[in-house]
């Protein structure tokens, strides 16, 4: 058996989203499960909306996910070897110039549709006589080429899918290149997953019927067809495609504190029968990959869902994998961690349990009283609501007229951590200097 081999090739024309995220995850981890290799491939035929901010800003963003390449190529460096096998195939008859407009194939679709027949392009290109080749050029037509597909029907087992069949007669053969000499996705493609050896494509079901037309090109080339395995495609919470999700930025996401864990740990479990749970390797989350595991209904994907998530994975997550990224020791950072949104609300604990803090005393009556009541340590998570009973009964106070004076004489904050956690970090000297006004 050949050595597995998948590859990731997003286009450059904008940033990374969660779409185009799972995909990457998906290839990837099946790559390290079974010890293949994942390449990066940059699809940049489309000149015009190809932009090198978008690359750097991608590959920015799978270092981030942990996604490791061992080989990258780009397309925009491949057009000869494109335009030598598209030369071969048209010498062969398999790549057809056309000269219809994109108005008159409309209104052929159109009139098929009214028909009740597929709008499957009628091959009228191949009928054209010398008359019409003459008149297009008078026009200033400028071609489109399209790839002939062989009757037949077209068939292969698809890891999420199962048996997949297709009959040519009853697709397009797809265009390849557009009039201005710019290649599409489809042959392209072809010719460097055959080239560069790979052996399994996993992609969304969209690209099932281009699947279908490549497997004939693959064929053409002489390449061998890779296993394929087509994704449900993530649908938003309102049941639909949602415009939202197609620009759901990692970059954005990183910003507001989602750890990069959570979302492939999310992403990886989304519409499988396993339950969603943190993962803080992807090394572990690679050996439970199952794609018999996969529904074919798509799944909704929900941000907040995820936020939540997040946050489930931030209050597990071990001291190792955070060290570096706080100032904060390991037992301060276990005692705050259950209350933490994302790591980095931990600066506010330390901010206010290290740092000095101007109090806020609100009702200097009931603060004073708290100093002059404030127990003795050792502490105990317990000792907040002890001495707030005790505080209660004394000033015969309740609720936020207790509670708040408390907290902004401590913390200088209208709300933030519990104040029960937040005591015993705090420590007695402090919080007797703060609570009678002193900056401590």
Same mark, same amino acid.
């Given at each position: ?10 286009s ?29 491939r ?15 800003a ?34 062969e ?23 009740g027949?597929?709008?499957?392009y ?46 040519a ?67 938003? $919470?309102?049941?639909?495609?949602? %415009?939202? *999700?197609?620009? #759901?930025?990692?970059?954005? /996401?990183? &910003? =507001? ?13 989304l ?86 803090? $101007?109090?806020?005393?609100?009702? %200097?009556? *009931?603060?004073? #009283?708290?100093?002059?009541? /404030?127990? &003795? =340590? ?42 029960k ?12 200097k703060?609570l ?5």
């Amino acid at each position: 058996m050949s050595e597995i081999k998948v590859r990731f090739a997003p286009s450059p024309t904008g940033f990374m989203h969660i779409g185009n995220t799972r995909t990457a995850l998906f290839n990837w981890l099946l790559a390290k499960k079974l010890g293949g290799k994942f390449m990066l491939r940059i699809d940049d035929t489309d000149r015009v909306r190809s932009k090198k901010e978008y690359e750097d800003a991608m590959r920015e963003s799978l270092i981030w996910l942990g996604f490791e390449w061992s080989e990258e190529a780009r397309q925009s460096a491949r057009f000869d070897r494109y335009n030598e096998v598209t030369k071969k195939l048209m010498d062969e008859g398999r790549i057809y110039a056309c000269y219809e407009t994109p108005e008159e194939l409309e209104i052929k679709r159109k009139r098929a549709m009214a028909k009740g027949l597929a709008p499957v392009y009628d091959r009228q290109a191949l009928r054209y006589t010398a008359e019409d080749l003459a008149k297009f050029k008078a026009e200033g037509r400028k071609p489109h080429y399209r790839f002939k597909l062989l009757d037949g029907v077209i068939e292969w087992n698809d890891i999420v899918r199962g048996h997949c069949r297709y009959e040519a007669e009853k697709l397009s053969d797809p265009i390849i290149i557009r009039e201005d000499g710019s290649y599409l996705y489809h042959l392209p493609s072809c010719i460097d997953d055959s080239d560069f050896g790979i052996t399994h494509i996993v992609r969304g079901e969209d690209h099932t019927t281009n699947t279908a037309s490549q497997i004939q090109m693959f064929e053409a080339i002489g390449g061998k067809v890779p296993t394929f395995a087509h994704l449900p495609l993530l649908t938003g $919470t309102e049941g639909k495609l949602s %415009k939202r *999700l197609g620009s #759901l930025g990692v970059r954005e /996401l990183k &910003a =507001e504190g989602v750890e990069a864990m959570a979302i492939c740990s999310f992403l990886a479990k989304l519409g499988t029968s396993d339950a969603i749970e943190p993962y803080y390797s992807l090394d572990e989350l690679a050996e439970s990959l199952d794609f018999s595991k996969l529904g074919r209904s798509q799944p909704k994907f929900d941000e907040e869902e995820l936020k939540h998530f997040n946050t489930k994975v931030v209050r597990s997550m071990p001291y190792s994998l955070v060290k570096d990224r706080i100032d904060a020791d390991e037992t301060f950072w276990n005692d705050v961690r259950a209350n933490l949104d994302v790591v980095d609300d931990v600066k506010v604990w330390e901010d206010i349990c290290h740092k000095e803090v $101007t109090p806020i005393i609100e009702d %200097k009556a *009931l603060t004073d #009283l708290a100093a002059e009541l /404030l127990p &003795a =340590e050792t502490w105990t998570e317990n000792t907040f609501n002890e001495w707030m009973s005790i505080l209660k009964a004394q000033s015969g106070k309740k609720g936020r007229e207790l509670f708040h004076p408390v907290r902004k004489a401590l913390t200088a904050l209208d709300n933030g951590p519990e104040l029960k956690t937040l005591l015993p970090l705090i420590g007695y000297e402090k919080a007797k200097k703060r609570l009678l006004g002193q900056k401590a």
